[in-house]
C-alpha cells in the first residue's frame, strides 16, 4: 500500500547533526554543583512542554541527581507533564519501593501538579497501571492529547494483535499535528547490550509509519541515542535516566547523536508544524538540541529515509 512520505528537516546544536558525542570512558563524574545551563528550548506562546525519562526507578542517587536537574529546567522550562519510558521501578514493587523510587525523588515535580505518564517495562509489574499517579487509567496501552500533541504509550513486552490494531486505528483517527509514540525496546539502536528489537520492528514499523507516527520515544538501553529517520520517524533511545551503561555506544552513521558517560533526560517543545529538543545530564549539561521541522516529500510511498 503506498502512503505519503513524510521527512524531517532536522536542525541539531552541538557540532551539528551528525557528530557522535564521545567523551572519556569514565562513567559518572565526581559531583558538582548543579548548573544552571541555559534553556536551548524557544519557549513559544500555546506551545507544549513535556519532559522524557527511561529506565529512572533506581532509588539511588542518581535518579535524584536527574531529578533535581529536572526541577531547576522547569523553573526555565515550566512543563506539565513527563513521559516515562519503562523500567519505572526497579525491584520490589512495594509501597514503600513506590515512595523511594518515585515519589521522593520527583517530590518537587508532583507537589507542582506535573503529571506522569508512565509505559512499562521487562522491569516492571504489569499492576503498575494501577498506580494512580502513573496516569496509565488502568491500560497498558493508552492515548492523551495536548495541545499540537497526540500521544501514545504502547507496552512493548506483550505487543498482541489487539494492542497493534488499536495503535493502527487511533494513529489514522488522530489529526494531531505531532503524534508521539513511546515504549521501552528500540526498534533502532546502536547500543550493544541489546541492540534494536527486530522482531518488534518488523511488526510495529509498518504500522507507525504508515499511521503517520511521527516520534518514537523508546528506552531499554542504559545510554542517549538520536537515530537518523527511518521511514518517515524520528526515533530517540532514552533508557539513562536512572541507570547507565558507561561506554555502551558505537559509533554508527545511524547514530545522529549519542551519549553514554552520564545520565541523561530530556524536554521537548511541540510548536505547530516544528518540535523541538533538549537532553541534558545528570550534571546539568546539554548533550543534544535541535529541531524537528515537518516538510512533506514529492514523492509517495514508504522505504527509509
Same mark, same amino acid.
Given at each position: ?31 558538582? %554543583?548543579?548548573?544552571? $545551563?541555559? !534553556?536551548?528550548?524557544? =519557549?513559544?506562546?500555546? +506551545?507544549?512542554?513535556?519532559? &522524557? ?107 498482541? %494483535?489487539?494492542?497493534? $490494531?488499536? !495503535?493502527?486505528?487511533? =494513529?489514522?483517527?488522530? +489529526?494531531?499535528?505531532?503524534? &508521539? ?125
Amino acid at each position: 500500500m503506498s502512503v505519503p512520505r513524510r521527512q524531517f528537516l532536522v536542525y541539531a546544536g552541538l557540532a551539528g547533526p551528525a557528530a557522535f558525542l564521545s567523551l572519556a570512558r569514565s562513567g559518572i563524574a565526581q559531583p558538582n %554543583p548543579p548548573k544552571a $545551563a541555559p !534553556i536551548t528550548l524557544p =519557549l513559544k506562546a500555546n +506551545s507544549t512542554r513535556f519532559a &522524557i525519562i527511561g529506565d529512572s526507578g533506581t532509588g539511588d542517587e542518581s535518579q535524584f541527581r536527574v531529578a533535581q536537574q529536572m526541577q531547576r529546567f522547569r523553573e526555565q522550562f515550566p512543563f506539565d507533564s513527563v513521559l516515562m519510558l519503562g523500567d519505572n521501578i526497579y525491584g520490589n514493587n512495594n509501597p514503600a519501593a513506590f515512595v523511594r523510587k518515585f515519589e521522593d525523588p520527583y517530590k518537587p515535580l508532583l507537589k507542582a501538579d506535573v503529571k506522569f505518564y508512565a509505559s512499562l517495562g521487562n522491569h516492571d509489574d504489569p499492576d503498575q497501571r494501577l498506580y494512580k499517579p502513573f496516569n496509565m487509567g488502568g491500560k497498558r496501552f493508552y492515548t492523551f492529547k495536548k495541545g499540537d500533541a497526540q500521544f501514545y504509550a504502547l507496552d512493548s513486552n506483550y505487543m498482541t %494483535p489487539e494492542q497493534i $490494531a488499536w !495503535i493502527q486505528r487511533e =494513529l489514522s483517527d488522530s +489529526s494531531a499535528k505531532w503524534k &508521539i509514540c513511546f515504549f521501552h525496546h528500540p526498534l533502532y539502536s546502536d547500543a550493544r547490550f541489546h541492540g534494536p528489537d527486530l522482531d518488534l520492528r518488523r511488526r510495529l514499523e509498518p504500522v507507525l509509519s504508515q499511521g503517520g507516527a511521527h516520534v518514537v520515544l523508546n528506552g531499554h538501553e542504559h545510554v542517549y541515542e538520536r537515530l537518523q529517520p527511518q521511514r518517515g520517524i524520528q526515533y530517540f533511545v532514552l533508557g539513562s535516566s536512572g541507570q547507565l551503561r558507561s561506554g555502551d555506544l558505537r559509533q554508527s552513521r545511524d547514530v545522529a547523536k549519542g551519549f553514554d558517560t552520564d545520565r541523561a533526560f530530556a524536554l521537548m517543545e511541540a510548536a505547530g508544524d516544528e518540535l523541538y529538543f533538549q537532553v541534558i545530564s545528570a550534571r546539568g549539561d546539554t548533550v543534544d538540541s535541535g529541531v524537528l521541522t515537518k516538510a512533506k516529500a514529492a514523492a509517495a510511498g514508504s522505504g527509509q529515509n
